[in-house]
T-cell receptor
Framework: QQQVKQSPQSLIVQKGGISIINCAYENTAFDYFPWYQQFPGKGPALLIAIRPDVSEKKEGRFTISFNKSAKQFSLHIMDSQPGDSATYFCAASLYNNAGNMLTFGGGTRLMVKP | EAQVTQNPRYLITVTGKKLTVTCSQNMNHEYMSWYRQDPGLGLRQIYYSMNVEVTDKGDVPEGYKVSRKEKRNFPLILESPSPNQTSLYFC???????????FGQGTRLTVV
């Protein structure tokens, strides 16, 4: 059972445009929501993250919007650049005595055309 | 240089032959975890650990074991590998829950 659903699977955006990736979760016990960026042949890298008590977080061109009542969150990439072309994963974290149980979405392959 | 080091990077093995993928971090991080990445399925957590001798199952623990005898090392053990464990594996570490930042380079495992 996939607890975090991510859409779209792939996205093509023109340079300078806005890229939007959406995620929905089911488990209301999740307490932290990170986004990762992965380039081919590399491991994922933490991009930006948000706690459920915050509705929006912005870091440079990257913004997370969080809707707790709808159990949805999204990543917005403003002024998208060709260098942003990568696969993006949303995730949801559940912290317990053993550490972080992290559930990922299926990923979105973003291509930014010059 | 701060890093998470996995070995080997590539491995082809046969069904049933026990193997260990090592993971070591040099940042004194408390949190470590293992993931597998498969096309169309994204990343799935196998096991995680918040400190020495403290581990727990993630989403897909079947067929895997881990140990955390030292803070810096978190090996992944496949006692009897099967073809459905062919995948790309990542180890990760972080200092706090909110870091979740450092991933290794990945280990591509093929079980035939």
């Amino acid at each position: 059972q996939q607890q975090v659903k991510q859409s779209p699977q792939s996205l093509i955006v023109q340079k300078g445009g806005i890229s939007i990736i959406n995620c929905a979760y089911e488990n209301t016990a999740f307490d932290y929501f990170p986004w990762y960026q992965q380039f081919p042949g590399k491991g994922p890298a933490l991009l930006i993250a948000i706690r459920p008590d915050v509705s929006e977080k912005k870091e440079g061109r990257f913004t997370i919007s969080f809707n707790k009542s709808a159990k949805q969150f999204s990543l917005h990439i403003m002024d998208s650049q060709p260098g942003d072309s990568a696969t993006y994963f949303c995730a949801a974290s559940l912290y317990n005595n053993a550490g972080n149980m992290l559930t990922f979405g299926g990923g979105t392959r973003l291509m930014v055309k010059p | 240089e701060a890093q998470v080091t996995q070995n080997p990077r590539y491995l082809i093995t046969v069904t049933g032959k026990k193997l260990t993928v090592t993971c070591s971090q040099n940042m004194n991080h408390e949190y470590m975890s293992w993931y597998r990445q498969d096309p169309g399925l994204g990343l799935r957590q196998i096991y995680y650990s918040m400190n020495v001798e403290v581990t727990d199952k993630g989403d897909v623990p079947e067929g895997y074991k881990v140990s955390r005898k030292e803070k810096r090392n978190f090996p992944l053990i496949l006692e009897s590998p099967s073809p459905n464990q062919t995948s790309l594996y990542f180890c990760a570490s972080s200092l706090h829950q909110t870091d979740l930042a450092f991933f290794g380079q990945g280990t591509r495992l093929t079980v035939v």
